[in-house]
């Protein structure tokens, strides 16, 4: 179990009280990107191919601030590029932390051995480090040699002073299932609080578009993994109606509005991995995007997407509304044989359009960030 338990009360009764009101939709995870700058240069990242004039902006204290209060979420994910660039990230978790928001730092960990003395360890503040498989998987994912074992060494730092750890983690192509299960095994024995797995998604501006896992592959893979992982104990950060839809057990649309993401241009649409637009507030988001015209089905560029951004918040609104879905993978572990759910089928997908471009374009310029249609067929 990766979450604390009072964290997961602390959630349950939000839910509950979004339930009790009839809110339709609302965020469970805020996704806050201070700043696009990072200090590694990724092949699978989609973050970080702005130009400097971009690259440069920093979101202020006050504006993040704003961000968590207008959304509400309990909790909140800090992620970039790389926030611990930011001068003012410490003020910016203070802040949070002070508003009793759960936050994650998520970090490549190069400076975070240097930055500990800048933050307080408590239950309502974690940090998530970035690792994608063993050292040589991670550094070839990094496109640099040496920082699997930064990383290491920064996790037992961290640890050492009291601070909450837990590792994030992308699967690409290419890892099989029991190097997989090894390197959970390796994670769980550096003692941190939690694993956050998510197969890759193929980000329209990364560079290396070759490695990421199709749908079909992503559930043969997590199938293998859950299977290898019987009597394992793997602190995994996740809900088991999730970890049953990543082995292909549940059909599931996904749930962008729970991941709402605030970066230096505004509310982008529709989620965290597609940049289609921006909203000037969350209000604005929540209201005025078309969420049907996204998602698995409806959307080209969805067709492959599982990530814990998009599906989480979906799995754990059907198990507030369907606790006993998950006795099944509590009592037996995730099911790992037998018949999958069926797939929401492609046909009437609307084709891919490929509006980034156009986008960096417009910020580039210094133009308003927010004038982007919520339609993207509207652009
Ligand atoms: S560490 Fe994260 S933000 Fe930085 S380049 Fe890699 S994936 Fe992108
Ligand atoms: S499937 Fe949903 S979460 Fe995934 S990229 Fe599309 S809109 Fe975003």
């Not at 079909?216 to 019987?230: D, H, I, M, S």
């Not at 970890?243 to 996904?254: D, Q």
């Not at 308003?368 to 509207?378: D, E, F, K, V």
Request: net charge positive; glycine share 10%.
């Amino acid at each position: 179990m990766g979450v604390a338990l009072s964290q997961q009360l602390r959630i349950g009764a939000y839910i509950l009280k979004q339930r009790l009101a009839g809110v339709r939709r609302y965020p469970l995870v805020l996704m806050l990107e201070p700043l696009f700058r990072c200090n590694l240069a990724c092949a699978g990242c989609g973050k970080i191919d702005y130009p400097d004039s971009i690259l440069d902006r920093r979101m202020s204290v006050a504006e993040a601030v704003g961000a968590v209060e207008e959304c509400g979420a309990p909790v909140v994910s800090i992620a970039g590029g790389e926030p611990l660039i930011h001068r003012e990230i410490d003020r910016i978790v203070d802040a949070i932390v002070a508003r009793r928001r759960y936050v994650y730092l998520c970090t490549n960990a190069l400076l975070l051995e240097k930055k500990l003395d800048l933050f307080e360890p408590g239950p309502f503040f974690s940090f998530s480090i970035h690792l994608d498989g063993p050292r040589a998987v991670h550094d070839r994912s990094v496109c640099r040699a040496g920082v699997h074992d930064v990383a290491v060494a920064a996790i037992g730092a961290a640890r050492a002073r009291g601070f909450r750890v837990s590792v994030n983690c992308t699967l690409f192509d290419g890892m099989g299932s029991g190097e997989v299960a090894d390197f959970f095994d390796s994670v769980a024995t550096l003692g941190v609080d939690g694993i956050t797995v998510s197969p890759g998604y193929a980000y329209e501006r990364a560079p290396d578009q070759q490695h990421f896992l199709n749908r079909r592959k992503t559930k043969a893979l997590f199938r293998a993994v859950f299977a290898r992982g019987r009597g394992r104990r793997w602190p995994l950060n996740h809900s088991a109606l999730y970890l049953e839809f990543l082995a292909g057990n549940r059909t599931y649309r996904c749930t962008p509005w729970g991941n709402p993401t605030r970066n230096v241009f505004g509310w982008q649409r529709p989620c965290y991995l597609l940049g289609e637009g921006y909203a000037p507030s969350f209000r604005a988001l929540m209201e005025e995007t078309d969420w049907d015209s996204y998602g698995t089905g409806n959307y080209e560029k969805c067709a492959d997407c599982m990530a814990h951004c998009g599906y989480e918040a979906t799995a754990v609104e059907d198990l507030a509304a369907h606790p006993w879905k998950a006795l099944p993978a509590a009592l037996f572990g995730v099911r790992t044989e037998g018949k999958m759910a069926p797939e929401i089928p492609l046909a009437g997908a609307r084709p891919a359009e490929y509006v980034s471009a156009g986008l960096v374009g417009e910020r580039s310029r210094g133009q308003s960030p927010t004038g982007s249609s919520a339609n993207p067929s509207g652009q």
